[in-house]
Each structure stands twice: as C-alpha cells, then as structure tokens.
C-alpha cells in the first residue's frame, strides 16, 4: 500500500476521498470492490495506481493484489 498507493490516498493528500489508514476496517466485500473496480476495469481513467501526472500507472500484480487482501485476512 505504501509504495502504490499513499502518495495520493493518505495523510492531508487522499484522492478520491480516500485515506489507505482505512484499509484494515474495510470488509471483504468493499476490498474486492475496491480491486475490481480500479484494478480490472478497462476504463484507463479509472485504474489505479496512478502515475505522478495523472496517467494510468503499472497495474498491480496479482500477487500485490494478495498481498493487500492478506491485510485483512482474519
């Protein structure tokens, strides 16, 4: 999460209204939302992560993917 994601969703700086320091509350349900919608969609404008100026970035790898579902894992 730190290396993807908080340059543009932590602190004062959360992009879509979104702060990574929620993660860990998140249920299943609202992380594999959260997968779906940003990392598989097809829609450029939507996939996460970003580069610094605002274009689409290198998508997460299926194992970073777990790695963040693995966060939560109970």
Request: net charge positive; hydrophobic share 35%.
């Amino acid at each position: 999460l730190v290396n993807k994601c908080a340059s543009c969703h932590s602190g004062a700086k959360r992009s879509g209204n979104f702060d990574i320091a929620s993660w860990p509350g998140l249920s299943d349900q609202q992380i594999d939302g959260i997968i779906t919608d940003r990392r598989a969609t097809k829609d450029q404008a939507k996939l996460m992560p970003r580069q610094a100026g605002g274009a689409a970035g290198t998508p997460l790898t299926w194992d970073e993917i777990l790695s963040l579902k693995s966060i939560n894992a109970k």
